[in-house]
């Protein structure tokens, strides 16, 4: 997030001495795009780099459904059953060399520590509360945040309450759309969201501990665990731009217009290849002419994923509080037959959803053939409707 923080001490210049109870603090630059991009200096009480144990490597591989049909999907991800922890919990649905989605819903408290070491996350927290401790200090989260955490970042979530996430993960930077900053990185008057909604990690707590912790770093497409013979939050101070930080949902203003305003006014986060947008309660279209609900469309170059997180959304029919559906490029939708009669003359919509629109092809994994309700591909068409037959796809 381009707003200058600092938290704890620093010292009065960039590297310069910093001393802590007769030791020299280890000073870390943690930046993007070599020295070119944003950072954070942290000062550490242990050198960053001392480890005691290089302990076991295992390589993330995600098993692929290739369905038989290319074809709209809807994957019904309210039944799914708790597994794992806030990390280790998360289930790919779709992935691609840009973005990878998947779905959490952990049964248990992270008993360890977790850095993304090449790619950025964003975790949209659609139930639960609790607090992400980090190596720059905690944030909290409630329901309907987005919680960004920057790669690099050391952290441990700490729940309250049954949680259910929907987690980005990306090798490019999930950033603020460019076109809602000025030149200094300022939101400008026109974007559906300013400064003040956004929520940087909060108090910094340093830990002078020793002992044994365990860090688990994802790295080169695998999970590489050190074990640490001191405390990974040994920050005593830091300074700059990279740090975990929230948005919620409902500080999304949504942006309309007389007839139908496209997704591009609900964008949120811009990444490498895709989008993350948010669809908040609003008021709809208000030309006395206007079809308050999208025209079938082909995105050529689109894959479409939406998630469905509250109140009802007009134009799909069947979905469900946790649905995803799933529209690839290269086959147009639409809102289901009598949708758009049914919705002339809506002045508004209470749907919340989160979309992600990839420009490249996403592939579906093993999990998102568990959850298929094969019937939606025909949604469109109320004859073959009436007379299912089952798609044969596996
Ligand atoms: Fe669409």
Known sequence: ??????????????????????????????????????????????????????????????????????????????????????????????????????????????????????????????????????????????????????????????????????????????EIPRRYRNEYGQLLEHAPYGNRDLHPVGELRTHDERGEFRVTVRVRRGLQTYVLDHHPFDVVGWDGYVYPWTFNIADFEPITKRVHMPPPAHQTFEGRNFVICSFCPRKLDWDPQAVPVPYAHSNLESDEVMYYAAGSYAARRGVETGSITVHPSGIAHAPQPGRAEAALGATETDEVAVMCDTFHPLRLSRFASRLDDATYAYSWNPEREAAPAPITDS
């Not at 200058?4 to 993007?32: A, I, N, S």
């Not at 020295?35 to 780099?49: A, C, D, M, R, W």
């Not at 959490?104 to 977790?114: D, K, M, N, S, T």
């Not at 790619?119 to 945040?145: M, N, Q, R, W």
């Open 1 to 174: 997030m381009p707003m200058y923080q600092v938290r704890g001490e620093v010292p009065r210049k960039r590297h310069t001495q910093l001393w802590r109870d007769g030791r020299l603090l280890t000073e870390e630059v943690m930046g993007l795009r070599g020295f070119s991009g944003n950072e954070t200096i942290l000062y550490h009480l242990v050198t960053p780099s001392r480890i005691r144990e290089a302990a076991g490597f295992e390589p993330v591989r995600h098993e692929e459904w290739e369905p038989a049909s290319h074809v709209h999907r809807h994957l019904r991800t309210a039944g799914a059953e708790p597994w794992g922890d806030p990390v280790s919990g998360r289930r790919v649905l779709l992935w691609n060399e840009d973005v990878e989605l998947s779905l959490c819903v952990p049964e248990r408290e992270q008993e360890h520590f977790y850095r993304n070491g090449e790619a950025d996350e964003v975790v949209f927290v659609h139930e639960g509360s609790g607090t992400l401790e980090t190596i720059l200090g905690d944030l909290p989260y409630v329901p309907g945040d987005y919680v960004v955490v920057p790669r690099g970042i050391t952290h441990r979530f700490r729940t309250a309450g049954r949680q259910r996430h929907l987690v980005f993960t990306s090798p490019g930077l999930i």
